[in-house]
């Protein structure tokens, strides 16, 4: 099993500029979700979902856009790229359904930077 | 809000030693915690999972316990090695939301010196 893969793994944009990003898991988990990492400030939940066809907003869900139209994939999409929006972005998986636990795993980030 | 903090920030220890990493929590109303480890430029690894109900979990050297009524979590480490270098992370799942969403600590920077 792959886990948790993340495409792609290094990316520059400039200012104003879009791009999506993609995450896929083999686990057959039920819950995904999307991180940013800055220096200082840990791991921030960005948006997360419970299930196909269904997104739910985090803690810092501005500029941010998801999908879940299939079950083992969610995509990150900015529209409209800023500096602030560097940063490390990683997608994590949980729960399978009959668990009694939600252990979360992640993928190995995307390093973005915007100019 | 949640709050999740871990002290120090940074550790260094000679190896061979034993020690402990700290992290606390604002809101002991909690579904479960996670302890993962971070390389450089790397994903996170899960190491420990410690449900609400728990008092502890082990894995080979690691063993985290978990205080829910003082809002704290230890993670010991035994007899360290350099390979143990990494950046340790806590997180506390929460009991609301659909998701059971984690709010991260912002981590403890190991090096095991040989």
């Known amino acids: 099993n792959a886990g948790v893969t993340q495409t792609p793994k290094f990316r520059v944009l400039k200012t104003g500029q879009s791009m999506t990003l993609l995450c896929a898991q083999d686990m057959n988990h039920e819950y995904m979700y999307w991180y940013r990492q800055d220096p200082g400030m840990g791991l921030r939940l960005i948006h997360y979902s419970v299930g196909e066809g269904t997104t739910a907003k985090g803690e810092v869900p501005d500029g941010y856009n998801v999908s879940r139209l299939k079950k083992q994939n969610f995509l990150l999409g900015l529209e409209s790229a800023a500096p602030s929006q560097t940063s490390v972005y990683f997608c994590?998986?949980?729960?399978?359904?009959?668990?009694?636990?939600?252990?979360?795993?992640f993928g190995p980030g995307t390093r973005l930077t915007v100019l | 809000k949640q709050e999740v903090t871990q002290i120090p920030a940074a550790l260094s220890v000679p190896e061979g030693e034993n020690l402990v990493l700290n992290c606390s929590f604002t809101?002991?109303?909690?579904?479960?915690l996670q302890w993962f480890r971070q390389d450089p430029g790397k994903g996170l690894t899960s190491l420990l999972l410690?449900?609400?109900?728990?008092r502890e979990q082990t894995s080979g050297r690691l063993n985290a316990s978990l205080d829910k009524s003082s809002g704290r979590s230890t993670l010991y480490i035994a007899a360290s090695q350099p390979g143990d270098s990494a950046t340790y992370l806590c997180?506390?799942?929460?009991?609301?939301?659909?998701?059971?969403?984690?709010?991260f600590g912002s981590g403890t920077q190991l090096t095991v010196l040989p």
């Open positions: 410690i449900q609400s109900s728990q």
């Open positions: 994590a998986s949980s729960y399978r359904p009959g668990q009694s636990y939600n252990e979360q795993f």
């Open positions: 809101d002991s109303a909690i579904y479960n």
């Open positions: 997180a506390v799942g929460g009991i609301s939301g659909s998701a059971r969403q984690l709010t």
